[in-house]
């Protein structure tokens, strides 16, 4: 097996590219010689097609319309290969940016249409050795660069309280399906709340872990750093179900740390709440996008751990207003030079590459540029000034600030067990219309991540639980943790919960009824 040589031409570009100054005899020169170093490189092909192998065959269906009326489902399936787990006889959808082999995967995006991978995703083999059936993948947005629905390749998401309104993104087809009961739970993938914002938009349960406790083996990157993998369930005692199935080390992803432990987020879940201490953060609130309205039920939701024993305290964190621009220049640049020039996997790290899925996106991303999301040019156009103009600098002072960000809300969980805000500013709204403005589409597909991102740059556990209505409308609270403290976080959720009492389904006039009598 040979590589691709470069011709005299592509030195010539590449020398531009590095600055360098070469006539046409040095060209010549240096191809000869780039010809024989890439002789390595036809070595490793032919070592790595030893190791291949071809996809499974995986039985899977394009859903129409009249099956599909949130636009959530991307590929239908029923895959099981294992019995009496913990997971037997639940379905699950599978954000379409996770590898499930032999079915296709689209992450939302013309530049990866057509691809089909050949592995499973870690957390795909979890599952269905947990005794899962993968029902299928969930639509997501447009390589994932949205907190709304609607720059999926295939057409917005719908919310299912609201058909009319967004479903919230990246993973909002999962959260879709999950609070429309079509599935008992599904996966979702959270690089600037995207777990978060669909379950708090949908009324269901998201939990963003702690950075590395899951697996993101498998999964299609933005940003090495900011990278989770998570559940979005109807209830916490699920999502706890579900990440004792998908957590723990893999031995393939770089963002584990070698001595992770993994607790066991089910026992604990009915031990109460007693003195447990809980720090409402002032700086979440009162954002110039915030409805009151959401703000006031978050802090009335909050005030509610009282009633199990719980203390309640407002605590500030001036940082929290200052952490989103640390996460914004890094998921630009980390973006842009990892997702997009990187062909989704960059170099320079350790663990499994999916050099397939490099090549493919490699190519068609090229391909079909034009009609990549206007979120993701601006990540491009952006991050590339970012990375070539500034020479990366930017990115390594933001990197160089993440342990301030950390640090701060490290103080606040000295005195307070978990912290408390609202997922999102504001309810759902609607979704947009197809010849919307550039600046508006830019604006309601990434205005409303304020309080979720932060935490993924910090990696502390997040979890979003619907807290109450607004005009009939779900609202989300976000339950923040000590990192590799999930079941803290989880306990409070579930102790919340109980407090709550049961949350309206967004199912038909089930749902109808229950936001007026709720509303």
Known sequence: MTVIRPNDDAIGSAADHYGLHFDAATRQEFAGLVDGALGSYDVVDDLYADESF?????????????????????????I???????????????????????????????????????????VVTR?????????????????????????????????PWDPDREAGGSSGGSAALVAAGDVDLAIGGDQGGSIRIPAAFCGVV???????????TGAFPIERTIDHLGPITRTVEDAALLLSVIAGRDGHDPRQPDNLVVDDYLSTLDSGIDGLRVGVVSQGFGHAISQPEVDDAVRAAAHRFTEAGGV?????????????????????????????????????????????????????????????????????????????????????????????????????LESYDVLVMPTLPYVASELPAQDVDRVTYVTKALGMIANTAPFDVTGHPALSVPAGLVNGLPVGMMIIGKRFDDATVLRA???????????????????????????
């Open 54 to 78: 071809s996809a499974p065959s995986r039985d899977h269906a394009t859903p129409d319309a009249s099956d599909n009326p949130l636009g959530a489902w991307y590929v239908t399936t029923s």
């Open 80 to 122: 099981s290969t294992a019995a009496g787990g913990p997971l037997t006889g639940r379905r699950v959808a599978i954000k379409d940016n996770v590898t499930v082999a032999g079915v296709p995967m689209m992450n939302g995006s013309r530049s990866l249409e057509g691809f089909v991978p050949t592995r499973d995703a870690t």
């Open 127 to 159: 599952l269905l050795d947990a005794g899962a059936t993968v029902a299928g993948k969930a639509v997501c947005e447009d390589l994932c660069f949205s907190g709304s629905s609607f720059t999926p390749a295939t057409g917005p998401v719908r919310n």
């Open 493 to 519: 959720g579930h102790a919340f919960e109980q407090i709550r009492g049961a949350f309206p389904t967004a199912t038909g006039q089930q749902a109808t009824s229950a936001r007026l009598s709720l509303a």
């Open 312 to 412: 309640v305290d407002e605590v500030s964190v001036p940082w929290h207003l200052h952490a989103f621009h640390v996460w914004n220049v890094i998921a630009t640049d980390g973006g842009a030079y990892q997702m997009l020039d990187g062909n989704g996997y960059g170099l320079n790290a350790d663990g499994l590459y999916d050099p397939e899925l490099m090549a493919y996106f490699a190519q068609h991303r090229i391909q079909h540029a034009d009609a990549l999301s206007e979120t993701v040019k601006l990540v491009a156009l952006c991050g590339h000034h970012g990375v070539t103009a500034l020479g990366g600098s930017s990115y390594g002072k933001a990197r160089n600030l993440v342990p301030r960000a950390r640090a701060a809300y490290d103080a606040a």
């Open 206 to 216: 998201g939990h963003k872990p702690t950075f590395g406790l899951v697996p993101y």
